[in-house]
């Protein structure tokens, strides 16, 4: 349920990093860390992409996925 409604959040507001989406899904205090381990796994599987470098300047931010599913 949550890759569900974390890919939705994703499709519904694009470009937002992880803290964002916890924010979003779990309130002020969302589960950052749990939540871009989600999102790192998306990445990876292709159902996302994931653009920046990681760092605090560039944090990384998702987008729904141009590869057809």
């Given at each position: 349920m949550l890759i569900e409604n974390l890919e939705r959040l994703i499709r519904d507001f694009p470009g937002l990093t992880a803290?964002?989406?916890?924010e979003r899904l779990f309130g002020i205090n969302g589960y950052h860390s749990?939540?871009?381990?989600?999102?790192?796994?998306?990445?990876?599987?292709?159902r996302v992409e994931r653009r920046g470098s990681g760092?605090?300047?560039d944090p990384y931010r998702y987008?729904?996925?141009?590869?057809p599913r």
């Open positions: 803290t964002e989406l916890a749990r939540l871009s381990a989600e999102c790192r796994l998306l990445a990876y599987a292709k760092g605090p300047g987008f729904p996925s141009k590869v």
